[in-house]
């Protein structure tokens, strides 16, 4: 790509999601297609250039309002930089960083970002990669807290949340920042897929991915590329290669490895019976406003039934 001032990311595609809602999934699924490229999360923007942008937005902001103005006339590089300076140095920055994210990428082909809490910076990624496109993967909430909690306990316990509460806020701080960003973008930028629809119709659920990424795709192809990427291969290590290079790489196998527990049931409603009926009032007091903004319903018959654990059971 080389340093281009002019590149705006019409090769490039973001998924993004709460975590724990497929995402790998999805990814795996596009990255089937032979013009599709792809590598392990590099959190680009929620772990480097997203949070350069926001800290100068919050900089700028703070002294613009009475109540946050320093009184000595702003601190911080906007006392050094414009903010055209500032941008654009963060831009060569980025593009340095896609140089070697995207290396080898042939004309006609699409790189697939699949960093989860991305769905936290979709404005800032449209800012500097206006053409680029984003595919925010949507997953009830509950079976989400359920995974999330899970995680907890095992693989993820460095980063997954330990209590319903702190798990229900994740999933609505990442959908909320994504569904209001994509409000904003146009139907060829922005596209919801719900990962009960990739659950219940794999093939169909993925064709439209590929039209909306303007992939030709036939129809015998999507079968195949689902079929070799269904739960109960990955659980046993199959799938689509995820590339992994730079430093972890040459550590190790050259590929994304999942821990055994991963993929779990990949099935639709688990929650109801690994939440116990302590941690679904935990989670419904944060879930309740934000699931009905995108659809999803907690209906009184969800509460009736065996709890899993009893009253204060888990998973």
């Known amino acids: 790509m080389g340093v281009n001032r002019a590149y705006t990311g019409e090769n490039l595609v973001f998924i993004v999601g709460a975590p724990r809602s497929g995402t790998t999934w999805l990814q795996r699924l596009l990255a089937s297609h032979p013009r599709v490229r792809t590598g392990q999360e590099s959190n680009l923007f929620c772990g480097y250039i997203g949070r350069l942008l926001q800290r100068w937005q919050r900089e700028i902001g703070s002294e613009a309002s009475a109540e946050t103005a320093t009184g000595r006339g702003g601190i911080g590089l906007p006392c050094y930089f414009t903010e055209e300076q500032y941008f654009a140095l963060v831009k060569d920055h980025l593009f340095r960083l896609l140089d070697v994210i995207t290396?080898?990428?042939?004309?006609?082909?699409?790189?697939?970002?699949k960093s989860p809490d991305h769905a936290r910076y979709v404005p800032e990624i449209k800012?500097?990669?206006?053409?680029?496109?984003?595919?925010?993967?949507?997953?009830?909430?509950?079976?989400?807290?359920?995974?999330?909690?899970?995680?907890?306990?095992?693989?993820?316990?460095?980063?997954?949340?330990?209590?319903?509460?702190?798990?229900?806020?994740?999933w609505v701080t990442s959908v909320r920042a994504a569904c209001e960003a994509g409000r904003a973008l146009g139907p060829d930028e922005y596209l919801e897929i719900r990962y009960e629809q990739l659950l219940s119709d794999p093939e169909a659920t993925l064709a439209h991915a590929a039209r909306f990424l303007g992939l030709a795709w036939d129809p015998a192809a999507v079968a195949e590329?689902?079929?070799?990427?269904?739960?109960?291969?990955?659980?046993?290590?199959?799938?689509?290669?995820?590339p992994v290079r730079g430093e972890f790489g040459r550590q190790g196998t050259g590929t994304a490895m999942d821990p055994p527990e991963f993929v779990r049931k990949a099935r639709q409603g688990g929650w109801r019976e690994q939440l116990g009926l302590r941690d679904k009032l935990a989670a419904w007091r944060v879930l309740r406003k934000a699931m009905r903004e995108v659809g999803y319903s907690w209906s009184a018959r969800d509460w009736v039934g065996r709890e899993a654990g009893g009253p204060g059971g888990r998973r």
């Open 103 to 113: 290396e080898g990428l042939q004309a006609g082909e699409l790189f697939v970002e």
């Open 127 to 170: 800012r500097l990669l206006p053409r680029s496109r984003i595919i925010h993967l949507i997953r009830d909430p509950r079976d989400v807290v359920a995974s999330l909690l899970a995680a907890s306990d095992g693989w993820g316990k460095a980063w997954a949340p330990k209590t319903p509460a702190a798990a229900a806020m994740m």
């Open 225 to 242: 590329a689902v079929e070799a990427n269904r739960p109960s291969a990955l659980r046993q290590g199959g799938g689509t290669p995820i």
